[in-house]
C-alpha cells in the first residue's frame, strides 16, 4: 500500500486528507502542520507533527502550502531521494529542491471550507521530473480520483489562467448579477437556474456552440439598451468589452 | 380548465408547447406558425395555424416570437378584451397594442433545441396590465413552473441585463477557457467540474463569499505571471479589467 504525508494545513490540504483516509489504498502516515489545533477534527493527534525532523517515511510527501512558500518547503525537507509533490497550479517542477525526485499533484478545482466536496471527480494534473516515477504517481492520484491528465508545467500554467477565467471571474459577473439584483429588489435566487444551467449546457455543447445572447446577435438596439439602464461605470466598462469581445469572436468565424 | 394558445415556432416557443402539452391543468388549443414543418413533431397538423382569422378562443395567448416582432403581432391580432402575454425578457408591457389585455411570462433561462430541460425548474417572471389578470396568469404559470415571480416592466429589464452578465458573458469565458486549452493541446473536458463546481458553490454561498483567485487575494506576482503568459490581446484585456474590477470590489469593503 502507498502512503502518504501532507504538508499544510489550509483548503486544499484538508480536502487532500480526507480523500487520502478515504481511499482504500493509501495510508495517511503524517500531516505537517505549524498549528495542530486546525485539523483536530480531521486527525489524530499523534498523526500531527510541526517539526520536519519527525518527518516518517512515505512512499509520497505532498506539499499543500502557498504557492510562494513551496520552495522553502521543498528545502527544509530533511531527507533526500525520497518523491515529493506539490499540488500548485502555478508553480513549475524546477521552483523546488532538487534533493528530492520532483513532481507535481495538481487538483484543479475551486476548494471551500464550507462547502463538501466529491473529491474523486476532481481532475488531478501530474507531472514527474523522472519519468520512472510517473507511473508511481499515476498509481496515488487514480486512488483518489476517477480523471487523472498528463500535464507538463507549461500546460499547468495555461491551465491555470484558464482555470482563472471560468471560475473566478465567472464568479464575479455572478457577484455583478446579485448588485443588479439587489439595486432593484430582485431576490438573487431568481438567477440560479440560468446560471446552472449555463454550466450544465457546456457538458453537451461547446462553448462556441452554446454562445446566445445580444452581442452574439449583433444586436444594437438591445445592447444601447442595457448600457443606457446600467448605472454603475464598472458595469457598463464590462458589458461593453464583453460585448466587443463576442462580437470579434463571430467576425473571426 | 385554462386554455393555452401559442405564437411562434422558435426555441422558447417550442420548449413552452412542451411544457403546455405536460401540465395537465393546460389545455394547448392551438399554435400559430407561419411554417409547419419546424412543429410537426410537436403538434398535430390540425392544431396548427397560419392565420390569423383562424385563432380560436383561449384563456391565454403567449406571444414567442422575436423582440422586435413583438408589437406588431400584437396588433395583428383580430380581437379585442382577450388577455395576451409576451414572453420577453426586454420588451415592456407599453410596446404591445392596447386593444387586449395586456401581460408578460417571461420564462428566464437559455433554451436551445438541443439540450432538453425541466420547465418546472424555470423560473417564470409574471406582469398584468389588470390587477384582476393576475391571478389568472399566476395559476396558468404555477401549472407549467414551481417557481414563479411578480416582477414589472423595469425590474424585468434590469433581470434581462443581470442574466446576460451570468449567462451569455459566462458562457463566453468558458469559451477563453476552452480557447487557451486548445492551444496548449489541453482537453476542455479538464475544466468542467470546475465549471459546475462554482455554479453550484453560489447555491450555497453568496457570490462575494464564493471568490477566490489572484485578483481577490491582490496577488500581483501570479497576476503579472497570468498577463505574461496570455498571447491574445483581447484575452489580456479582459484579464486585465476583470481583474482590476475584482480588485475595486475588494477595497470597497
Request: glycine share 4%; proline share 4%; with cysteine.
Amino acid at each position: 500500500m502507498n502512503s502518504v504525508v501532507i504538508i499544510g494545513s489550509g483548503n486544499v490540504a484538508q480536502h487532500l486528507i480526507k480523500a487520502v483516509e478515504k481511499a482504500p489504498d493509501l495510508d495517511l502516515v503524517q500531516v505537517f502542520s505549524r498549528s495542530h489545533s486546525g485539523l483536530k477534527h480531521l486527525v489524530p493527534q499523534e498523526k500531527i507533527t510541526s517539526n520536519y525532523e519527525e518527518l516518517k517515511d512515505a512512499t509520497i510527501y505532498l506539499i499543500c502550502v502557498s504557492d510562494n512558500a513551496i520552495p522553502s518547503v521543498s528545502y527544509a525537507l530533511p531527507f533526500q531521494g525520497k518523491l515529493v509533490a506539490h499540488t500548485s497550479g502555478s508553480v513549475t517542477l524546477q521552483e523546488m529542491s532538487t534533493q528530492n525526485r520532483r513532481a507535481v499533484l495538481y487538483p484543479l478545482q475551486t476548494f471551500s471550507k464550507q462547502k463538501e466536496l466529491d473529491f474523486t471527480k476532481v481532475p488531478l494534473c501530474l507531472e514527474s521530473e523522472y519519468e520512472t516515477d510517473y507511473e508511481i504517481l499515476e498509481k496515488i492520484a487514480s486512488a483518489l480520483s476517477h480523471t487523472v491528465y498528463k500535464i507538463d508545467s507549461t500546460q499547468r500554467q495555461a491551465l491555470h489562467v484558464a482555470a482563472v477565467f471560468v471560475c473566478n471571474f465567472v464568479n464575479h459577473l455572478y457577484k455583478i448579477g446579485n448588485d443588479i439584483c439587489d439595486e432593484y429588489d430582485i431576490p438573487f435566487a431568481i438567477l440560479r437556474p440560468l446560471i446552472m444551467e449555463t454550466a450544465s449546457k457546456i457538458t453537451v455543447l461547446s462553448p462556441n456552440e452554446a454562445q446566445t445572447g445580444p452581442a452574439k446577435r449583433n444586436d444594437t438596439t438591445t445592447i444601447n439598451k442595457h448600457l443606457n439602464g446600467l448605472t454603475k461605470p464598472n458595469q457598463k466598462e464590462l458589458y461593453k468589452i464583453l460585448t466587443k469581445s463576442i462580437i470579434d469572436d463571430v467576425e473571426k468565424l
